[in-house]
């Protein structure tokens, strides 16, 4: 008797683990057990492996088969086991070669009719299979593409078992069969294409932009409808450089697990943008499900832009769970079968009417609010939320006659200059913008001058700024700083930056 044995992957969050899959055939009433913490869709693969078996013109075993995932006390989720616990089954009976599977990677869901169907998940999988020594892998010929983004990887696409058992050697015919295509990803209009020229008047916003493009500073919007807060949030990706290739293939795994990856197109190598409707749930923007939890708008949005249109029109629930990735650039997720995490570092935009009817008060248009009713709809924007966003401005309706500002590629030099310049200051370090490094680093290389923060000492004292605040505002200062060349803020950047970040009310 032999014990079949190939290889499968378990992701957990972002993170894959190599499984060793084992069958064991004995001489007794025929059986399938399938142990190893399967959850409900990996525990019908075995109707499925059974049917696609014979379907393909295999002899099904009629032994007691019992197929573990070893380590057992990792959970196991998804179709993808499906094409491991055949070959592992077919090896074990002796119908192929059974040292041929050991030692390769097997991902795939198997139809009845024996095709091999895609799988969400394969980058991240193939690519902790080669990190663990693993290069050999076999994919559906859907996922081929995918999975050869991976270096070092040694990939073969197949579309069916019946390919797949030929291949290490059974007595089969291979039909000829039309790989399964793989789920149709929505196209998404290109946000680079976007020009911020289009966007008429409203310089302080435009400035206020570019600031939050070359820091990576979270940014506020609130005016009356029409003023062009959509138009501009649609454009700071067209502004932020191309991600680097450890962060593109960070992204795209996100995309991969979230079955919102085109192969096709290769690894995404601009900063992706999500703009959730404001019905979204919680687990839409942050990540759920039952069983392993599945990424959300938020890390989709991972090293792009989050969007959050009408902010205020967004539950308390899922304004209130970003203030993790916003602080920690991450999500843990916790659920009953596991704890999976998923990157989220990405820039918040949040654009808001200054009142439920939308129309501001003070500038000649007939608000018909309330006092209360203000307060109440612009309140959901709690202020442990705001207190983490660096930048807000204020965007009135643009005059007649406004002409057009620079475009996006112009604007975008200037971000690559700064960013260029953060880099270098920031060589060595953990953090890769002024957004991301904390004020105790920034405030050891202001220098023992206490006019330079004297405005900021000012609005601590009237309560109009926090010491997070404090610290907020000096990354705003050394953006105000690297996008202007200088080597380190001024006490005028210093109070340009509290301008920015409290709407001109705080100094």
Known sequence: MVLGRTLGVALVGLTGHVVEVEAHLAPSLPAFTLVGLPDASLAESRDRVRAAVTSSGLAWPNRRITVNLSPATLPKSGSGFDLA?????????????????RGVVHLGELGLDGRLRPVRGVLPAVAAAVAAGWCRVVVAEANAAEARLVPGARVVGAASLAQVAAGYGATVDVPEVAPVSPEA?????????????????????????????????????????????????????????????????????????????????????????????????????????????????????HRGVLFLDEAPEFSTAVLQ??????????????????????????????????????LAVGKGLACTCRSEQRRRYFGKLSGPLLDRVDLQVELSPARAGAGAGESTAVVA????????????????????????????????????????????????????????????????AWTVADLAGRSAPSRADVGHALLLRTRGHGA
């Open 321 to 358: 769970t970003l203030r993790q990735p916003l602080e920690h650039g991450e999500l843990v997720l916790h659920r009953a079968a596991g704890t999976a995490r998923y990157p989220a570092r990405f820039q918040l935009v949040l654009a808001a009417n200054p009142c439920p009817c939308g």
């Open 85 to 101: 616990i055949a070959v592992a089954t077919l090896a074990g009976a002796e119908a192929i070669d059974p040292a041929a599977p």
């Open 185 to 301: 990803v929505p196209r998404h209009p290109g946000r680079s294409a976007l020009d911020l020229a289009d966007v008429v008047g409203q310089d302080d916003a435009r400035a206020c932009l570019e600031v939050a493009a070359a820091g990576g500073h979270h940014l506020l919007m609130v005016g009356p409808p029409g003023t062009g807060k959509t138009m501009l949030a649609a454009r700071l990706p067209g502004l932020l450089p191309d991600l680097s290739e450890a962060d593109a293939v960070e992204v795209t795994a996100v995309h991969s697990v979230a079955g919102a990856f085109d192969p096709g197109d290769g690894l995404l190598r601009r900063p992706p943008f999500e703009d959730p409707h404001h019905t979204a749930t919680p687990a839409s923007v942050v990540g759920g499900g039952s069983g392993v939890p599945r990424p959300g708008a938020a890390s989709r949005a």
């Open 413 to 476: 030099g200037r971000v690559l200059d700064a960013r260029a310049a953060q880099a270098h200051r920031l060589a060595g370090t953990p953090w890769r913008t002024n957004g991301d490094v904390p004020g105790s680093w920034l405030r050891e290389r202001l220098g023992p001058d206490r006019a330079l923060v004297a405005d900021l000492d000012r609005a601590v004292d009237r309560g109009t700024l926090s010491l997070r605040g404090v610290d907020r505002v000096l990354r705003v």
